[in-house]
């Protein structure tokens, strides 16, 4: 399956801001603090001003980049979004964080939504009590989110264990910290999410 292999701190800056791809790094050694100017030749440090459409771009970009999407993958949730009832920038935003690679991610069991998709790639992950690899499964309220057994005495389980009291959990999602098992307890709102990217933008770049 094709995926971005091109270093995802040259993302940030060429966003202008940081979308925090790399998880604990972005807090502690992050490159975009230190080079913040667009990558690509230094001869102009200046940020070229964006048309309307570059700056829907942008945004679609900032999307497709935070949830680790190629572009065929977040039409698929645009159309799909588009054909449910409501708005459809929420209706997309909500989407995407249905992830199960996100979920992942919310609940602290990785520092990043690259290494959470790696965990359930590789089976890690059992979701309503049977494993499965699929990063783009669109989890439903009431599924449970628990660890293989087999996983359970890898060095990266019993670091977690120690770590994951330090994280914090979203109100739409349940966290037994102490058995390291999770639940959906409600589906996302677009006002739980605040994502750092305009949905408005993203619908109207489509919608040419």
């Not at 929420?90 to 919310?106: A, C, G, S, T």
């Not at 102490?178 to 619908?203: K, R, W, Y």
Request: hydrophobic share 30%; proline share 4%; with cysteine.
């Amino acid at each position: 399956m094709a995926r971005y292999i091109e270093a995802v701190c040259r993302v940030c800056r060429r966003s202008g801001e940081k979308l925090f791809l790399k998880g604990a790094k972005c807090y502690t050694k992050c490159t975009f603090e230190k080079r913040s100017n667009p990558p690509g030749q230094t001869v102009s440090r200046r940020r070229p001003k964006l048309s309307d459409r570059g700056l829907q771009l942008r945004e679609k970009q900032k999307a497709r980049y935070t949830y680790g999407l190629l572009e065929r993958q977040f039409r698929k949730f645009f159309n799909q979004a588009e054909r449910r009832a409501g708005v459809t920038g929420d209706n997309l935003v909500v989407l995407l964080e249905r992830r199960l690679d996100n979920i992942i991610y919310r609940l602290g069991f990785a520092d990043s939504r690259a290494q959470a998709r790696q965990l359930v790639r590789h089976g890690h992950i059992l979701l309503n009590g049977r494993k499965t690899n699929i990063p783009s499964y669109l989890v439903k309220e009431s599924d449970k989110i628990a660890w293989r057994d087999g996983s359970k005495n890898s060095e990266y389980f019993k670091t977690l264990v120690k770590s994951i009291e330090s994280k914090t959990i979203p109100s739409w999602l349940s966290l037994d910290r102490q058995n390291l098992t999770g639940q959906v307890v409600s589906l996302p709102t677009p006002e739980d999410i605040q994502p750092i990217f305009d949905a408005t933008a993203i619908v109207e770049y489509y919608s040419r």
